[in-house]
């Protein structure tokens, strides 16, 4: 019977590193990145069926949200796509860098699907689309797309969340190689509530028996042991102890260089682990902290500041030009903005909060609890 796991975080939060180091495990089938656009698509029909209009950010980071992930989640359960729709999904695909694993003979793939549902659609494309079919696990990992975890989880997947310090992320998204990997620079503030939203699904799914969570500093730092978490939450063999010593091989067989916006490497590496030490300003660090700090409270990342002020987020410049049409050059510094992030420690502090107020800011009621008790300890 084929098993099916789902990998996902945030952008650079290290889960390439992880679909390549579980690639190398005999029973795992892991695609890259292997078809975002139907995520993407999948989240447009949502949007179309409530009228939400256009957005240039379907995968939303859920903050000051109009409708809530589980209405979304049930609409999956109902949306269907069929042969013609992925022929335009993979054709539009083909100059987009951000599709990792393609097949040329992807039309040949499609050209006999049925319309079904759409899981069925994922669950059928991971194993067409694998390089290997004699795995016990059919997987892929896709970026941002922690909403689907409740959707698959209730539909046996299996699922994988990473996460890593912001600060680190930041690093990683704006210096060094990182254009090659993101493109055009976006706002400070439009990376760290999208980092926010992984914290919440992950807050909100950490009693589901189909999650799983990794820290990105665990996973380098202490490998073996991390991934063992992995593997017994998939009821596999675990790693060889030699594993960790050899470079890592790609889906192909091939030594991978890592994708690190500094220097490549072939095995793992912890050298990124607090970086931004050298690399952020102190006005950059200061608003990240704030804009973040219930969150890097309740997983326990060490502040550099000692009191987290009002004042930092008023001092912050974005430290590059943003370009992006579909950005607000201004967006981490517009005081509409500010106002909002304010109020969001605000209501931490004060306590109660109307369910309306709770899923505008927190997402969910659990994450305003444990948000909650984290900063209050």
Known sequence: M???????????????????ILCNHPQLSVLSQPFPFLFIEAKKKFLDSINYGE???????????????KDFSEFLETVYFDADE?????????????????????NRIISDYKRDKFIEIFKKLLIDMAYNQDRLYFGSKECICEEFVGFLSRNDFKNILLIRDPRDIIVSSYYGRASEYIGKY???????RNWRKSIAFLIHHKHNPNLAWLKFEDMVQSPQQSLEKVTKFLNIDPFSAEFFSRSILDQKGNVWLSNSSFKGEKTISNASVGRYKNKISRNMLNYIEYICYPEMRYLGYKLQNAKILKKYIYEFKEPFRIKRKEHKADFSTLEENLSQEKKRLKFLKEGNLSKEKIEKYFIFQDVFLNLQEAISN
Do not use: A
Not at 10 to 15: F, K, L, N, P
Not at 86 to 106: A, C, H, P
Not at 186 to 192: D, I, N, Q, S, V
């Open 2 to 20: 084929k098993k099916y796991f789902f990998i996902t975080g945030m952008s650079r939060s290290g889960t390439t590193l992880l679909d390549k």
């Open 186 to 192: 976006r706002p400070l503030l439009f990376h760290l």
């Open 86 to 106: 992925l022929g335009r999904i993979f054709n539009d695909m083909k100059e987009f860098s951000g599709q990792y694993t393609k097949r040329r003979d992807i």
């Open 55 to 69: 957005t240039p950010f379907p995968l939303s980071n859920y903050f000051q949200e109009v409708y809530r992930p």
